[in-house]
């Protein structure tokens, strides 16, 4: 038989071990957990790495981090944080996206609390539109309940269904609980083409003029861009309630790219290639892409998005 004592130490090791394997910080070093209320964005490095990685955008970064840091450090947001992110490709809507994800969810995109929707992926057929809609708030229900701090990435708005995004709008409003949970600590980002030519028309402006692309403030664009998506066919907010009850937070331009951001996208292609910068190959690779106006040749009409695909030819360097 075994003595008394010996049962109450193994008892009492058993214990141990379990309470130490199930406490949160062991268990969530080995599977990923959602945040708790207390978790905290480091804006320091956040900042750091915007100002490292996205080039020619000092609005958009400076708008979108001062209002992720806000709803970050409010313990109590009346609700969702909620930012409609326009421009032309390559211009860097899904790179600042997935920085911000990466600092909420340090998985970032392959994070199972962070949720990437692509309108012609998920949402191709108009006539399924009601479905659509069923399925999403479905979606968006179950994955808020199971971690409050979830992120939705809406890309190509521009190619949404009309109606289909207003699906969300009881997720976005100043309710504090829909059907028993709180939507108010998540965040919701879209991401859009449309307004991408109102956006260059007014750099072009500032340029005519003489006046400094960093003089461009949110104030300039912000109301001309969600009045513009706001009545685009082909926004995806078309004749939106998100945007008639004012439930989008900013809409958030970025700027066409200049020869000189261009450049900037190649060298740190190049350094994330582990490759020498050679100012001779970062030339030729910008002098491949085509700019706009024809006669001016100021913006890059692609942004930096064929940056990769172009310098992908000069391996052999």
């Known amino acids: 038989a075994l003595e008394p004592l010996s049962v109450s130490l193994a008892i009492g090791v058993a214990w141990a071990i379990t309470g130490y394997l199930s406490h949160p910080k062991f268990y969530c070093s080995y599977v990923e957990c959602c945040p708790s209320d207390g978790h905290r964005i480091n804006a320091t490095a956040l900042r750091a790495q915007l100002d490292a990685k996205l080039f020619g955008q000092h609005l958009a970064k400076d ?5 992720v840091m806000g709803f970050a450090n409010n313990p109590s947001p009346k609700k969702p944080l909620t930012l409609s992110l326009h421009g032309w490709a390559g211009t860097g809507k899904n790179f600042l996206s997935q920085i911000l994800a990466e600092h909420v969810h340090p998985a970032g995109l392959r994070s199972k609390f962070v949720h990437l929707f ?44 009309p109606g289909l995004i207003d699906a969300i709008k009881p997720f976005l409003d100043y309710y504090e609980q829909v059907d028993r949970v709180s939507y108010r600590k998540a965040i919701f980002i879209f991401l859009s083409n449309a307004g991408g030519d109102l956006i260059n ?20 664009l912000e109301l001309m861009l969600s009045v513009g998506v706001f009545n685009n066919k ?37 350094t994330a290639r582990g490759y ?3 100012e001779k190959i970062v030339q030729a690779v910008a002098d491949e892409m085509t700019f706009f106006p024809k006669e001016q040749k100021i913006y890059s009409d692609k942004g930096c998005k064929t940056v990769q695909a ?6 052999d360097f």
């Not at 708008?63 to 209002?67: E, G, Q, S």
């Not at 994955?143 to 269904?161: G, L, R, T």
């Not at 028309?201 to 300039?220: H, N, P, V």
């Not at 172009?310 to 391996?315: M, N, Q």
């Open 118 to 161: 692509l309108a012609t992926l998920h949402f191709p057929h108009e006539d399924k539109v009601k479905l659509y809609k069923e399925q999403l708030q479905n979606w968006i229900r179950g994955n808020v309940s199971a971690c409050p701090h979830s992120i939705f990435i809406f890309d190509e708005m521009d190619k949404m269904h």
């Open 234 to 270: 082909n926004s995806g907010l078309w004749h939106s309630s998100l945007i008639d009850r004012n439930l989008i937070d900013y809409f958030v331009p970025f700027l066409p790219l200049e020869h000189k951001h261009v450049k900037m996208c190649v060298r740190a292609e190049m």
């Open 201 to 220: 028309k007014a750099a072009l402006d500032f340029w005519t003029s003489g006046k400094r692309r960093e003089e461009i403030q949110l104030k300039d």
């Open 276 to 278: 020498a910068v050679d």
């Open 63 to 67: 708008v979108v981090l001062k209002a």
């Open 310 to 315: 172009k310098l992908d030819i000069h391996e």
